[in-house]
C-alpha cells in the first residue's frame, strides 16, 4: 500500500471514529436548547425551510432538476479526490457569494438562502458521486446521496443511526424500498433544520448578516465535502 493509500486509511479511520462517538451530555443539552429556540423562530421561517427541503428531497428522489453526470472511470484515486477537492472548493466560494448577497437583505431574502444553498449542496454530491465513478441515474445511489446528507447535518443520535445503515449500504440498499413515497422527508427536514438553525438566523440579522452568511455557507459546504468524500472511500476502496 503506497503512501496516498496509507494516508486516506489514517483519515478514514479517524473520522470513523468520530462519526461514531456516542451522543455526550453537551449534545443532548444542545438538542433541548435548539427544540425551545424553534418555538420563537417566526411561522414563515418554518414554512420556507420545510418547503425548501421538501422539493428537494423529492427532486433528488425523482431524478429530476439535478443533472446526472456520468461516472468517472478509470482514474486513479489521488486524481480522483484532486478533482473532488477542486469541486469542493468551487461550491464552497460559490455558497460564501450566495451567503454574503442574502444576508445583506434582511430576513425576507435570508429565507431565498435556504433553496439555494441546498441545490448548491446537492449538486456538489452529484458531481463527487460521479468522479468517484457512481451512476445518480441509479435511484438507490440517490438515496445514498441523501444519507450523506444527513450524516453530515444531524444530530448525533441521529448521525450513529445513519452511520451504521451506510457502513452496510450494499446489504441495507436491497431493503430499501422502490416507492420513493416511502422516504421520510419529515425526519430528513426536521434534524437538517435543527442543525443549522442558530447561525442561519443570525445571517437574517442587519450590518452583519452578510459576515454570518459567508463563514456558516463555507463551513457547511465543507463539512459536507468531507463527510462525502469519506463515505466514498468506504465503499469503493474497502479501506
Do not use: C
Not at 435570508?110 to 457512481?134: E, Q, R, T, V
Not at 451512476?135 to 445513519?162: C, G, M
Amino acid at each position: 500500500m503506497n503512501s496516498y493509500y496509507t494516508e486516506i486509511l489514517k483519515e478514514l479511520n479517524e473520522w470513523k471514529k468520530k462519526t461514531r462517538r456516542k451522543p455526550s451530555i453537551i449534545n443532548n443539552a444542545s438538542k433541548t436548547i435548539q427544540n425551545k429556540f424553534n418555538s420563537i423562530l417566526p411561522e414563515p421561517y418554518h414554512e420556507a425551510v420545510t418547503a425548501a427541503i421538501k422539493t428537494m428531497v423529492k427532486a433528488v428522489l425523482t431524478g429530476s432538476q439535478f443533472l446526472s453526470k456520468k461516472p468517472y472511470l478509470q482514474i486513479s484515486l489521488p486524481e480522483r479526490e484532486n478533482l473532488v477537492k477542486e469541486k469542493i472548493n468551487f461550491y464552497r466560494k460559490t455558497a460564501m457569494i450566495e451567503g454574503a448577497g442574502t444576508g445583506a437583505g434582511g430576513f425576507l431574502i435570508a429565507l431565498a438562502d435556504f433553496p439555494l444553498l441546498l441545490s448548491i449542496k446537492i449538486k456538489l454530491l452529484y458531481d463527487i458521486a460521479a468522479i468517484y465513478g457512481f451512476d445518480t441515474n441509479d435511484y438507490k445511489e440517490r438515496l445514498y446521496i441523501l444519507h450523506i446528507f444527513q450524516l453530515a447535518f444531524s444530530s448525533q443520535a441521529k448521525t450513529n443511526q445513519v452511520f451504521s445503515k451506510m457502513e452496510n449500504w450494499e446489504e441495507y440498499s436491497k431493503t430499501l424500498p422502490d416507492d420513493i413515497n416511502l422516504f421520510n422527508w419529515r425526519d430528513f427536514q426536521q434534524e437538517y433544520r435543527d442543525y443549522i438553525d442558530i447561525a442561519k438566523l443570525m445571517q437574517m440579522l442587519p450590518v452583519i448578516g452578510a459576515l454570518v452568511g459567508m463563514s456558516v455557507n463555507s463551513k457547511l459546504i465543507n463539512k459536507l465535502g468531507i463527510t462525502a468524500m469519506n463515505s466514498y472511500r468506504m465503499r469503493i476502496y474497502d479501506l
